[in-house]
């Protein structure tokens, strides 16, 4: 008699949700996701998101989890960008902090996540694919922007933004954890 462990148990639970959730947000494949425009992403254009993850004076700090990714204006998740975990150790336990991104896109965790990273500033960008692989159309998007730190602060920036075919700039309002975020799109 053979025994699945609980993590074969759950990444069969997480594939098996994951077909399920693809199967309802895109019944008849790719061709289903129209904007009311008809218009593609642009190719060449991409969205820059550069945020500031706070560092914390006195004690020790610890790193942040972090998830950046984009929804629709339904608020459906589109792609995600990226996160930075520890998936080894007690640290997964952690992971579910990420409440808003952990409750959608948990079962792609294997194939998104990087190590966690000492507070600062980063930058990430979208080059308008979805996490199926094809373009976006253009349109109206949330820029979510998701931090948790172990026995520490949550922070959730969540932002519209409407991408066309004009360059913009846009500052995000900050966040506890998030000091500072801002998007650009324009020529990659």
């Known amino acids: 008699m053979t025994f699945d462990t609980r ?33 593609r992403w642009v190719a060449g254009q991409a969205l820059d998101i550069t945020f500031t993850v706070a560092t914390q004076a006195g004690g020790r700090v610890r790193r942040p989890y972090v998830a950046v990714w984009i929804e629709d204006a339904q608020g459906n998740p589109v792609r995600t960008l990226t996160v930075w975990a520890q998936t080894t150790g007690r640290g997964p336990r952690w992971i579910p902090d990420l409440r808003r991104w952990y409750r959608e896109n948990g079962e792609l965790l294997d194939t998104v996540s990087g190590p966690t990273r000492n507070p600062g500033t980063y930058a990430v960008v979208w080059d308008g694919k ?20 172990e026995h520490g602060p949550y922070s959730l920036v969540r932002e519209k933004v409407t991408v066309g075919a004009t360059a ?17 799109f324009g020529k990659a």
């Open 130 to 149: 979805t996490d199926r692989g094809v373009l976006a159309p253009q349109g109206d998007y949330y820029v979510c922007i998701e931090t948790a730190r």
């Open 7 to 39: 993590r074969s148990v759950l990444r069969k639970l997480a594939l098996g949700t994951a077909a399920l959730v693809l199967s309802r947000l895109a019944p008849a494949g790719a061709a289903a996701v129209t904007p009311a425009t008809g218009k």
């Open 168 to 184: 913009f700039k846009k500052t995000l309002t900050a966040d506890n954890d998030i000091e500072a975020a801002s998007v650009s």
